[in-house]
C-alpha cells in the first residue's frame, strides 16, 4: 500500500527549498526521531531512495 504526498516548494528572493513530508504512519514504522539526519539518492530509474546515516538503535540512545 502507498501513501500520496505533495511536494512543497518555498520560493525565496534568492533561493528556493523543496519539502517531503513523510505520513505519520511511515515515519512510525521507519521509526523516524525529530532531528535525525537522512541522505537521499538518486536511484537508476529516477527513484528517490532515502537512507539513515546513522543506525536507528543509535539514533533512540542519543534521544534518551
Known amino acids: 500500500m502507498g ?5 512543497q ?4 528572493r534568492d533561493s528556493q527549498q523543496w519539502y517531503v513530508n513523510f505520513p505519520s504512519a511511515c515515519a512510525q514504522m521507519m521509526n523516524f526521531i ?3 539526519v537522512m541522505e537521499w539518492e538518486i536511484g ?3 527513484e528517490l ?6 543506525g536507528a538503535k543509535q539514533s533512540r540512545k542519543r534521544r534518551a
Open 9 to 12: 516548494l518555498i520560493q525565496r
Open 34 to 36: 525529530k532531528g535525525e
Open 49 to 54: 531512495l532515502l537512507k539513515r546515516i546513522t
Open 44 to 46: 537508476n530509474q529516477g
Open 3 to 7: 501513501f500520496k504526498t505533495k511536494i
